[in-house]
């Protein structure tokens, strides 16, 4: 193929995204490709395969770009034309200004797109000393999608935390997870120490988010200060901070920029590797620290990816603490031998990171998203299209709360008289009024046939509903019964939040029950509310899948409950109708809801019978409904291909 891979920001390699840009024109290369590179770097002019757009000016803060080593292309649309002309597909490293006009004219002309997703948001926030504030980074996030992300046919995460901190801005991506890879001359190798002190190694550029001054920090916490030598492999803006700030120490760190062929063997020369960023997509570096035998320290905070490569708790302190740091420093001089064996277990870790199958596996995904590109062409389609493989078990719900299980000793039916008189507050006279009015003003959700459930008035029933949106937590609850209470069976990550469990179950959520007596507990409260005239709102689907505009196959499991208690049931169908005017395309569509009428259990059948029959009768229903729909250019989910490297390991 003819692959043109735009990196906006590509010269001297003193960051990541410069150095995986050069390996993966590299190793496209080697793999016989055709590789064409529109740059800002002007020092690539007049080289062949090389398109070069001027640098962007910012004026009086052009020093200070300067200062951080980056100097991104302008978009200059002449060059940009002649840089696409005959390419099969293109490949855009970060969402500037050149990748994002080069993607928009080559969705315009159907020539697949792919992307790496090699910013984080904390890079930009963090100059504005605004990294640890969510609203700024998910508003960044949503503001790339939109300039580039959206027309893309493929994009390539190096690790599953950032898809999955992108994702949970912008909903689900075609996301392929591949390691950007640790090259075969990063390995464990016979050197001589340049002197005899333990010496500890940091690698990353000079900046805020990568937070060097904590390790020094440390410095002041371990009891073995004097022996210890630090080296700060990188460059940056805060060298000379860094270096006042290290003044107190007796061995002066080492600030150096190390070439790639100075790298392994300067590794190979140190002891133990410190990781402090609180802000990472993958951390190369690390992997190739621990890929030459380097045992890990890494910062546990919430902002790394970083974190998952530490075997146990030894190989991690305590987020942004320097003393809890400086104890494993000392702990791990302390214990030599098991040092030793650690350095062994990491060389077995690394071994998935291998640099020539991450580039196998972004050739593949390349491949594929030409495939990807050609459906779309052929279906007309011009938004997001995402691979599935499991229908049944995969969740493209994007969120990351860590199950708890429901216990023994978990409450299902509140006695308490304040308990239950705040439940009703919250849920009749704050929340369901509110999110009523959020929810017909937003995604302007419509019920079409509401009257259908008014011989159930009396009577408590169970809903079955498709689950393709955010809102299904919700429209049970606002849009379907406006009097009666319904109460949700939900997954135990609903209760598994500190803090807001209690608020959670005080607008109806039942989650699934974890051990035989919480199972009997959790039977007992379907029950008495159904009892109560209740509504039971379930989605046998169990995952979300937003936007999908079909229904997946579910079992009859959940039926058992209607099915037991000889209760009528009633379908719930979210069906999407497109948006008008300007940039519809664009905007998330409109939602209609349709409901079936009642449907009973039959009085001669047993119970597994009517499971089985009420089941039919909803997917059926569903199905039905779903097909008259009007087709919508929202998400579309297609099965992949046998084999994919999407879900490769």
Known sequence: MRILVVADVLGEVNNGTSLAAYNIIEALKKRGHEVRVLCGDQTKKGLPGYYVCPTMNFFIFNAYMRKNGVAPAKADLEIINEALEGVDLVHCMLPFSAANHAAKIADERNIPITAGFHMQAENLTSHFHAQKMTWPNKKIYKFIYKKLYHCVDAIHYPTQFIKEDFEKAVGPTNGYVISNGVKDKFHRMEVKKDSDKFTILYTGRYSREKYQKLLINAMRHTKHKDEIQLIFAGSGPMKRKLEKKARFLKNKPIFKSFSQDEMPEMINKCDLYVHCAYAELESIACLEAISCGLVPVINNTKRVATKYFAIDEKNLFKCNSSSDLASKIDYWIEHPLEREKRSNEYLNFTKRFEFEHCMDRMEKMMLEA???????????????????????????????????????????????????????????????????????????????????????????????????????????????????????????????????????????????????????????????????????????????????????????????????????????????????????????????????????????????????????????FMVKTTSLAPKVDYIHYIEAPEGSTKYEK
């Open 370 to 620: 030409v495939k990807i590109r050609q459906y779309k062409v052929e279906n007309g389609f011009k938004n997001r299209v995402i691979y599935y493989n499991d229908p049944i078990n995969e969740d493209f719900a994007g969120t990351t709360i860590e199950n708890r299980k429901v216990g023994d000793d978990f409450i299902y039916i509140h006695r308490n008289k304040m308990w239950r008189a705040l439940s009703n507050i919250l849920y009749r006279g704050i929340a369901r009024p509110f999110i009523r009015l959020f929810c017909r003003w937003n995604s302007k959700i419509k019920v079409k046939n509401p009257k259908v459930i008014k011989p159930l008035k009396k009577s408590g029933y169970f809903l079955y509903g498709n689950h393709t949106s955010f809102y299904d937590a919700v429209t049970p609850q606002t849009m379907v019964n406006k009097k009666k209470k319904t109460y949700l069976v939900a997954n135990s990550d609903a209760v598994s939040i500190q803090g807001i469990k209690n608020i959670v179950m005080m607008l109806g959520a039942l989650p699934l029950p974890g051990t035989p007596k919480s199972t009997k507990n959790f039977l007992e409260a379907i029950e008495f509310r159904y009892r109560q005239n209740r509504v039971i709102a379930i989605y046998p689907e169990a995952h979300i899948w937003p936007g999908y505009t079909g229904v997946r196959p579910f079992g009859n499991l959940s039926f058992q409950y209607p099915a037991m208690l000889n209760a009528p049931v009633v379908a719930m169908v979210m069906t999407y109708r497109p948006r008008k005017g300007k940039n519809a395309l664009k905007k998330k569509p409109k939602i209609d809801i349709t409901l079936s009428e009642p449907i009973y259990p039959q009085p001669d059948f047993s119970i597994k019978e009517n499971m089985v029959y009420l089941h039919d009768q909803v997917y059926d």
